[in-house]
């Protein structure tokens, strides 16, 4: 492939600026067609955003001859399908995350990109991001000695439209859309940076309950996780807490030091060894996919290689599934 010309299928809130502009800000990659359910919606997304055309039917916009890269930004009920169709019409997938809504659906998605010979690409952008890449390197770079342990921590007050009179909770919270809650929103993130830095997580456990009776998908997850690399960690995530608690905090603890960051809030990381403490502010891009567009476009263009598959990205569904003791 030379040009890769991008068609979104599910054009919401996640690709007004995270996503959808990078498309063209990559060199050798455009945005040509957008597709929403609510035409009006996709008009106006295709108005806004200069994109050449826009369509109410996944089907037309997948099949479109000028289209040859499909972008996935539904939600996760609907990547199984979706992926399907676009492999068949031979091309290239970019999935949101979580990648499906189960480790097993992720598998069907992957044994399909192997047979047809279509890649497939999740959007796990925290392996491109300078902010994550740093951690990374002080890790590799032992600057903390041998690692120990992780310890993640995330704790967020319910959403607005979850608690009040008339609440009504998003498609995140509902199983059947979504596969679980905010857990499996969030931490996918974060397990899959996991595996980036560590290697392979071989057994985790965990319990998934609702406490609060908000919505039908748990609110409370904790777990104990190993890698095959023999580092082990924990972690507890609660999402109806009162805002005063919140807290969205990582730890890596090592035999002469401590790394401390965040997975989705805050800039700043920490190290802390015997010489003293050093701390490293790198913001995210205004565009936080765009690092990890550039090199799915730069691999469909045979100049690289991403970062993020289909079997990289099936790994945090599967870990999921075995903390909430889906499989």
């Not at 990559?26 to 996709?42: G, K, Q």
């Not at 109410?56 to 169709?85: G, Q, R, S, V, W």
């Amino acid at each position: 492939m030379d040009q890769i010309k991008w068609g979104i299928i599910g054009c919401g809130n996640v690709t007004e600026v995270k996503s959808g502009p990078a498309f063209n800000l990559v060199d050798n990659s455009s945005l040509v067609a957008v597709m929403r359910r609510d035409a009006e919606l996709a008009a106006d997304y295709a108005s806004r955003h200069g994109v050449p055309k826009w369509y109410a039917n996944a089907d037309e916009l997948i099949n479109d001859p000028e289209t040859n890269a499909i972008y996935i930004a539904t939600p996760p009920d609907a990547h199984e399908e979706l992926a399907f169709k676009a492999m068949a019409a031979g091309k290239p997938v970019y999935i949101e995350k979580p990648m499906a809504r189960t480790g097993a659906e992720c598998d069907r998605i992957n044994a399909e990109s192997k047979r047809t010979g279509i890649p497939v690409f999740v959007a796990y952008y925290r392996r491109a991001l300078d902010y994550f890449l740093k951690v990374k390197a002080l890790i590799d770079n032992k600057v903390i000695g041998d690692v120990r342990f992780v310890d993640i921590c995330l704790q967020w007050q319910p959403y607005d439209e979850e608690v009040g009179e008339n609440p009504k909770p998003r498609w995140r919270v509902d199983p059947a859309i979504s596969g679980g809650g905010h857990f499996h929103d969030l931490a996918s993130h974060q397990f899959d940076f996991l595996e980036y830095v560590f290697g392979p997580i071989k057994t985790a456990t965990g319990f998934a309950r609702n406490q609060a009776g908000l919505y039908e998908a748990d609110d409370i997850v904790v777990a104990n996780f190993e890698f095959e690399s023999g580092i082990l960690g924990k972690g507890s995530w609660c999402y109806t807490i009162n805002k005063e608690q919140r807290e969205d905090s990582a730890q890596i603890v090592g035999s002469k030091g401590r790394i401390s960051f965040s997975f989705f809030e805050k800039f700043d990381i920490k190290v802390e060894t015997a010489e003293g403490t050093e701390v490293f502010h790198i913001p995210y891009p205004k565009h936080v996919q765009q690092q990890l567009i550039d090199s799915i476009v730069k691999e469909l263009r045979g100049e690289g290689k991403c970062v993020s598959s289909g079997e990289t990205g099936a790994r945090a569904s599967h870990i999921m599934d075995w903390i909430t003791q889906k499989q």
